[in-house]
């Protein structure tokens, strides 16, 4: 069974653009996870997609966004890109319950 | 707000002795925990779990110890082996899979 993909791994933006993220789950997963990572800060909680609904959400402001497809492929979107949003993006898929299989990530930089 | 935390970003042992891994939460509602292993360049992989109504588990040289009254888990390693270096993440998660993760702590087993 193929795991979590994303893509791009790796990507370079300006301060000001805007990036979309890909994410296919495991198939068969209908939760899909959205996580930063930065050094020091670990792995903190963007939000969660269960068939096409965001479930939860954590404490990241509105230019953070995301989306479900009905096939479970997700997307992540970051607006007016900060240097901060620089960081390791991890996406993860489980059946709706722990534990989360992850991808290894997206690797972004902002310039 | 950091509602896991792991105090030790980094730990040193010699391999065959047993690797101790903490990590403390303050949300009470916490009802499953995870641990999770990470390699550089790749997602972080499910380790084990426990659920609040255990105290322990164990798969193979792994064994999660959790302590409600404390609001404590640690992780056991044993024997430890050079192939147990990586980063381990501590999560936490209350519902769904809303998770939280910890900072993570760098294993490093010498030989």
């Known amino acids: 069974k193929a795991g979590v993909t994303q893509t791009p791994r790796y990507l370079i933006k300006t301060r000001g653009q805007q990036v979309t993220l890909s994410c296919s789950p495991i198939?068969?997963?209908?939760?899909v996870s959205w996580y930063q990572q930065t050094p020091g800060q670990g792995l903190q909680f963007l939000f969660e997609?269960?068939?096409?609904?965001?479930?939860n959400k954590g404490n990241f402001p509105g230019r953070f966004s995301g989306r479900q497809f009905s096939n479970s492929r997700s997307e992540m979107n970051v607006s007016t890109l900060e240097l901060g949003d620089s960081a390791l993006y991890l996406c993860?898929?489980?059946?709706?319950?722990?534990?989360?299989?992850f991808g290894n990530g997206t690797r972004l930089t902002v310039t | 707000d950091q509602q896991v935390k792991q105090n030790s970003p980094s730990l040193s042992v010699q391999e065959g002795r047993i690797s101790i891994l903490n990590c403390d939460y303050t949300?009470?509602?916490?009802?499953?925990f995870l641990w999770y292993k990470k390699y550089p360049a790749e997602g972080p992989t499910f380790l084990i779990s426990?659920?609040?109504?255990?105290d322990k588990n164990e798969d193979g040289r792994f064994t999660v110890f959790l302590n409600k009254s404390a609001k404590h888990l640690s992780l056991h390693i044993v024997p430890s082996q050079p192939g147990d270096s990586a980063v381990y993440f501590c999560?936490?998660?209350?519902?769904?899979?809303?998770?939280?993760f910890g900072a993570g702590t760098r294993l490093t087993v010498k030989p």
């Open positions: 198939s068969g997963h209908r939760s």
């Open positions: 949300n009470s509602m916490f009802d499953y």
């Open positions: 999560a936490a998660s209350a519902r769904e899979n809303d998770m939280r």
């Open positions: 997609y269960f068939s096409e609904t965001q479930r």
């Open positions: 993860a898929s489980s059946l709706g319950t722990p534990p989360l299989h």
């Open positions: 426990i659920s609040s109504i255990k």
